[in-house]
């Protein structure tokens, strides 16, 4: 009978020394020295010697949008006269604009002014008042812009102030004339270094320039709050061509062109 508790304490003693046995081996790794890493010398690019270019590049894009102001002048011998048939009129336009397929969120107030009108320059006699009021139009069909004239015109506006193509994507194409600009500027640069036995390393200071212009018709350019959206379009080569057939406006093209001046390390 002594045998058995012996038998157990040996069993027992066994598992004690194969669950410790682990942990002891786990101890003495953690306390082993790890290798030590050589560490890498930094990057740099040798700026004592450099080579300044520039480079351009130009998109030209077809519009895919149009914005047209058209206003409604009105007078009369009143205030209250005169607003009457200016609103009127104003509504009348805005109907015909929407029956041509604009929607409301693309008709905006762009200009309201009432005044009055003297006798003559000197005099300070009110014969009466006059109200110019502007609506912006936004066309998202640029074919539809004749025939968005015309129904305006026709449903009693008496101004036609601007027309004006732009694109939706001027983000788009600006970001490409970017990068067309700075591989010219990076073929330049290795042209340049490579003529005088060197090469053209990484890029220590760029600066960057971009803008956008219109080539085509309009009725009178307003160089104003629309400048920045003038550039916007397909890209060269794809789309529609900037011509519009039997159509009165020619579409033409945007140019967008990005300009950057690159200096960069010789080795």
């Known amino acids: 009978m002594k045998r058995i508790p012996s038998l157990l304490n040996t069993v027992l003693a066994a598992l004690l020394v194969v669950l410790v046995f682990p942990v002891g081996l786990s101890n003495v ?3 082993l020295p790890t290798p030590a890493t ?8 040798n700026s004592s010697r450099t080579v300044y270019v520039t480079g ?4 030209n894009v077809v519009p895919d949008r149009a914005l047209i102001q058209l ?13 009457s048939a200016n609103s009127a009129a104003i509504q009348r336009v805005i109907k015909a604009l929407q029956a041509r ?3 409301a969120k693309d008709i905006a107030t762009d200009l309201y002014v009432i005044e009055p009108v003297y006798e003559d320059y000197d005099s300070l006699y009110i ?22 004239l015309v129904a305006a015109l026709e449903a009693g506006a008496n101004q036609v102030v601007n027309v004006e193509f732009y694109t939706s994507e001027l983000r788009k194409y600006r970001d490409q004339a970017r990068d067309l600009a700075m591989k010219a500027a990076h ?6 270094a490579s003529a005088a036995s060197a090469q053209a390393d990484c890029a220590l200071n760029i600066s960057e320039n971009s803008w956008s212009y219109y080539n085509g018709w309009w009725y009178g350019r307003n160089p104003g709050n629309w400048a920045q959206n003038v550039v916007q379009n397909a890209a060269s080569g794809s789309g529609s061509s900037g011509t ?20 960069f390390g010789l080795k």
């Open 29 to 31: 790794s953690a306390r």
């Open 38 to 45: 050589t560490p890498q010398p930094p990057v740099t690019c």
């Open 56 to 59: 351009a590049a130009t998109i």
């Open 71 to 83: 206003g409604v002048q009105s007078n009369g011998a009143t205030p209250t006269a005169v607003q």
């Open 101 to 103: 397929g604009v929607a």
């Open 127 to 148: 014969k009466g008042y006059r109200i110019n009021n502007v609506v912006a139009v936004t066309l998202r069909d640029v074919k539809k812009s004749g025939p968005i």
């Open 187 to 192: 073929e330049k640069a290795q042209a340049l």
């Open 244 to 263: 519009a057939g039997d159509e009165p406006i020619s579409l033409g093209q945007i140019s967008v062109k990005a300009e950057v001046s690159v200096s």
